[in-house]
């Protein structure tokens, strides 16, 4: 059974620092497509960043701010957000495609204050 952990998440002030980790279990996750989504308060599920063999993307508004990678000696993904914004706030959720099924982790909470 495939399984999605995510951790890393918190209270931090503007300005800060945080890197979340993914890490996966029930599979190899190294050449399978993996994302970073976040969900604020009372808005829909966006996606933050996605990497896949030899490509990343991020959404515009984290560009320059954050960077997806991942170590696969731990079968981990990670998403380092620097300078966070307030509008950074939200649960942020882990997803895969693994052998044609869609995984998401339970979310960790990312808390930005002014």
């Known amino acids: 059974q495939v399984q999605l952990v995510e951790s890393g998440g918190g209270l931090v002030q503007a300005g800060g620092s945080l890197r979340l980790s993914c890490a996966a279990s029930?599979?190899?996750?190294?050449?399978?497509?993996m994302g970073w989504y976040r969900q604020a308060p009372g808005k829909q599920r966006e996606l933050v960043a996605r990497i896949t063999v030899g490509s990343t993307a991020y959404a515009d508004s984290v560009k320059g701010r954050c960077t997806i990678s991942r170590d696969d000696a731990r079968n981990t993904v990670y998403l380092q957000m620097n300078n966070l914004k307030p509008e950074d706030t939200g649960v942020y959720y882990c997803q895969g495609v693994i052998f044609g099924y869609d995984y998401w982790g339970q979310g960790t909470q990312v808390t930005v204050s002014s």
């Open positions: 029930g599979s190899n996750v190294s050449l399978k497509p």
